[in-house]
Each structure stands twice: as C-alpha cells, then as structure tokens.
C-alpha cells in the first residue's frame, strides 16, 4: 500500500508495532526493507502502539499512538488474520491452540463429515513439528483439493508446509521460509545462524547486485531450520531452493553438497547457499565417536 501511494506521489507514513516490518524476518533483513522504504519517500517509524483515532463528524483527524498524534487525510489498518473458526466451534469441531480448525493429513475434522481448508485451519509445520497458522494462497489451494478429494471418499494427504513466502517492497525482493534464529530460539532449539553477503552473480557480469543471505540450523543435528533471502536479482525465487531443502529436512552437510546450476548471468560460482552452509556446517556439534 505504501508503495501504491508512493506511486502517485502522495506523503506515506508506515507505523508498525515491531521494529521492523514483518515480524517473521530476520533484524538483517528487516533493516533493510526499512531502508527501502526510507529511500523511497516513506516515513517509517516502528514500535509504536496505535491506541485511538480521533474523530471528528464522522471522520479520522488523526491516530494516537504512545509516541504522539499522527494527522492524515487517510488512513489504512494492517490488523493481520485471524482464523474465524466461530462457526465450527458451534458445531463441536476441535479448535487448536492456534485458534485455527484443528485437521488431520487427509483435512478431516474430529467429524469424519466435516473437512477443512484454507486460512480458517491449522496446518502440520515440517519444520519445527507443530500446527501453525500460514494464511496463504498456494497452501489454501493443495488443501482444498485434498479436502475436495476426499469429500468424495479419496483418499489424498496434504503434508505440511515449511513457512515459505515471498514479498517485494519497492525495487527489493525477499524470500523467507522456516523459522528465523529469534523463533527457533524461542522454541528450545540450540540456534546457530550464518549470514552471507554476496553478489547475485558473478561479479562482473552486468546486473549483479548484492545479495544477502541468512541462514538458521540447529547446532546439535546440523539440520537447517530457515532462513531469509533479500536483494534485487530473484531472490524471492531463490528461496525455493532453501524451501526445498527444508521440506526435506536436510542438514547443512548434506544442503553443501547440493549441484545446483551455475552460469555468470545467474549465479556466483558459488551460490550463497552453498556458501552459508559450508560455513555454518562448522558450527555444527560433530557427536563425538564411540569409544
Ligand atoms: C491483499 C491480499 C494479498 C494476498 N497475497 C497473497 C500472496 O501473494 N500469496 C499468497 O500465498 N497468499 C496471499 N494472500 C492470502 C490468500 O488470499 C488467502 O490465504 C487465501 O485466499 C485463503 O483462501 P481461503 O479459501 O481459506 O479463504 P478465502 O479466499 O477468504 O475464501 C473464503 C470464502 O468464504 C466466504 N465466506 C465466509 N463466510 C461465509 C459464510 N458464513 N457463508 C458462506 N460463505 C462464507 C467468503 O466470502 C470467501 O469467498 C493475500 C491476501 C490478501 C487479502
């Protein structure tokens, strides 16, 4: 939205609750979209509590916040998504602690009549092993087929997801997928993260540009758990890779193995991938030989 005003020129502050925008990205990453922002005209000013808006015949003046009033001509509200699982409660379907339908891998509710899809259910997180909310289109999509299908006595499963999306802001591309070092810390994991700057491709070709990679995984399997991808050269897509690697639950020993496509217009020798996952893989606690 911001970006859409910015467009046709019209002054834009962007008030947030966290530091950064987005709270499911890394602080390096997050830093950068502000700058972003910044750069193209938007005012942006993070940890600050909205708590009214003043109004005057019927229209808002201004919004208090805990760092003062803020007057506009308009004013959008970014109140993020919740499940609105009313209906299924009232109709004795088991709500999980996420507040979303609770559903098994066929999208069956507790009522084997009764499936489930879409924004309003839980899904399985392959990652960190736990149901999660991911209000998201692709996702929407392979459940309700799931759900369709079995509807219709199939017998199809929708296997969890790993957290991947992709978002640009401006001329900026960031991919993200996992858990981020602050999440997977926060979930007991011992969290040792990488973070790689690189150039997009191989430096001198034209169009590289830089590119910056952060990687999370856990110290004692060596199994990666996210990692968040920003540039302007196709990162939103690059993370795919990342997201893949996830799915599989591969460790950074066997991700640094990986034979992924080289060539100057599209890649370093080294992909940064590669890059972070040698790196970190050293950093991974090598449980010590029998005997
Ligand atoms: C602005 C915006 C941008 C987005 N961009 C992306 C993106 O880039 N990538 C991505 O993956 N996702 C994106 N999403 C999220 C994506 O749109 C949703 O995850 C997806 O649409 C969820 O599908 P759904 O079928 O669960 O719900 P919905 O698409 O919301 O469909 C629910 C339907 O149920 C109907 N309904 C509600 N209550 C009742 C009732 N009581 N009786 C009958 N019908 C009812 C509604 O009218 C609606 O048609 C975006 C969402 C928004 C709002």
New binding site residues.
């Given amino acids: 939205m911001a970006e859409a005003l910015r467009e046709r020129r019209l002054e834009t502050t962007l008030l947030y609750r966290s530091k950064v925008p987005y709270s499911g990205l890394e602080p390096e990453v997050g830093g950068l979209i502000v700058r972003e922002l910044e750069d193209h005209g938007v005012r942006y000013i993070g940890e600050i509590q909205p708590n009214a808006f003043e109004v005057s015949n019927g229209r808002a003046l201004e919004i208090i916040t805990d760092q003062g009033a803020f007057p506009a001509d308009l004013f959008f509200i970014g109140a993020g998504v919740a499940p ?1 699982s009313e ?1 299924a409660r009232e109709a004795g379907i088991v709500i999980g602690r996420t507040g979303g339908i609770q559903v098994d891998a066929f999208m069956a509710t507790n009522d084997p009549l009764i499936f489930s ?4 259910c839980e899904k399985y997180h392959r990652v960190i092993d736990q149901p999660v909310l991911a ?6 999509n392979k459940e ?1 087929r799931v759900a369709g299908e079995n509807a219709l006595g199939g017998n199809a499963q929708f296997h969890g997801i790993v957290g991947a ?1 992709c978002v640009k802001v401006f001329d900026l591309e960031i991919g993200l997928a996992g858990v981020t070092e602050a999440q997977a810390g926060g979930l007991g994991y011992k969290v040792i993260s990488q973070l790689v700057e690189a150039s997009s491709r191989v430096g001198i070709y034209p169009g590289s540009r830089e590119t910056l990679l952060k990687i999370v995984a856990d110290q004692d399997s060596g199994r990666l758990l996210g990692g968040n991808w920003i540039g302007r050269d196709g990162e939103a897509r690059k993370i795919n890779v990342l997201a893949t690697a996830l799915y599989n639950r591969m460790t950074l020993e066997e991700i640094s193995r990986l034979d992924l496509a080289y060539a100057p217009p599209f890649s370093p020798v080294w992909d940064p991938l590669l890059i972070a996952a040698n790196l970190l893989k050293r950093k991974v606690v090598r449980p010590s030989p029998k005997g």
């Avoid at 209000?135 to 929407?140: Q, W």
């Fill in positions: 609105n209906i899809a879409g924004d309003c209000p998201l289109g692709d996702i929407a309700g999306a």
